[in-house]
């Protein structure tokens, strides 16, 4: 892929070229050991303790759908970022970009939805901003969200931490947060019933990091879906990752919306999911005690870490073949959260 001197809608999108404005741009100016981990969040050191910190911005289009808005999503996607490091989210700070003549009403809307959802995460918005833009300079409201945490215990969680022989779990559907502000957006008439999986997980890690040791990686896929993430941690732990066709949960109503407009899931942005690396020996128990959460009543185990080849995902069909899952090379739905 050629390079480019200008931002493109493919940057925004948490693929390759995501990744690589990341590490040639980005990581040139801000490099440190901390943010060469290149998790979702960051461990941060204080005399005699740690937090957790991680950052996120939102300008997800359209602002209100089937399952959520811009608001819960703003808050559990960061409540998630912050719980995939391994720890307990505690505090939100929250930055609003508002068009002017964006109404009140659809305001208060998004700020009581927030609200629900920190209640429900257990985590409290403490400071924040607001800044009014001229009409035209910006698309409705845009939202920052940045958490703060501490680590449950002594537990060590990152994309580097995968190691050959542990299998991959995930905690229900896939794509059905995509494929909800996607048809959304276009105004399509589906006659299915599909929602976005919007949800705090921090209750559910809490769980799992407390009761079962074994624990390598957590990782929310997001931005560019199961293939891209997982692409990440096979680059992050120099490892080979395997999936299975036949065990991934998508719903039919998500496969018919996939097929019609040539789609595919493994893509497709979750904002309610979770992928667990766990050693073989503790799968079964953790797969029993996910079941138990509400969030996690649907986990399956999808794939294993494999040897080689490193830094690379492959994808067994069902028709018992196998073919390369490649980091999405562009934007296959913007402004998706």
């Not at 999108?13 to 998790?39: A, P, V, W």
């Not at 957790?52 to 811009?70: K, N």
């Not at 497709?268 to 009543?297: C, S, W």
């Amino acid at each position: 892929m050629k390079k480019t001197d200008q931002i493109l809608l493919g940057h925004g999108s948490g693929g390759r070229l995501s990744h690589r404005l990341l590490k040639d741009t980005f990581l040139k100016y801000f490099s440190n050991s901390e943010l060469q981990e290149l998790n979702d969040g960051a461990r941060l050191k204080f005399p005699g303790d740690s937090l957790v910190f991680s950052t996120d911005s939102y300008v997800v289009d359209p602002i209100f759908f089937p399952g959520g808005d811009i608001g819960r999503l703003a808050v559990c996607g960061t409540v998630n970022d912050v719980a995939m490091m391994g720890a307990k989210p505690l505090y939100l700070s929250v930055a609003f970009i508002i068009e002017e003549g964006f109404m009140i009403s659809d305001l208060e809307k998004i700020l009581a939805s927030m609200k629900e959802a920190a209640e429900e995460a257990g985590v409290e918005l403490v400071t924040g901003d607001t800044k009014v833009v001229p009409r035209s300079a910006a698309d409705k409201i845009f939202i920052n969200t940045t958490g703060i945490g501490v680590p449950i215990g002594k537990v060590q969680l990152s994309g580097h931490f995968a190691r050959p022989g542990d299998k991959i779990l995930i905690n229900g559907m896939i794509a059905d947060h995509g494929i909800t502000v996607m048809a959304r957006r276009e105004g399509l008439d589906l006659d299915v019933d599909i929602k976005s999986d919007a949800a705090p997980l921090n209750h559910l890690v809490g769980m799992i990091l407390k009761e079962l040791p074994g624990i390598r990686v957590m990782r929310d896929p997001t931005r560019g879906g199961i293939a891209t993430t997982l692409n990440e941690i096979a680059l992050q732990s120099d490892v080979g990752i395997r999936l299975f066709e036949d065990q991934l949960p998508v719903s039919q109503a998500v496969k018919a919306v996939c097929e019609i407009l040539g789609l595919d899931p493994l893509y497709i942005a979750n904002e309610g999911k979770m992928l667990v690396f766990a050693a073989e020996q503790y799968v079964d128990q953790l797969q029993a005690l996910m079941k138990t959460h509400p969030y996690g009543r649907q986990t399956c185990v999808i794939g294993s870490v494999e040897d080689g080849p490193q830094g690379k995902v492959f994808l067994k069909t069902s028709l018992g073949n196998e073919r390369l899952i490649e980091m999405l090379a562009g934007e296959q739905l913007p402004r998706i959260c």
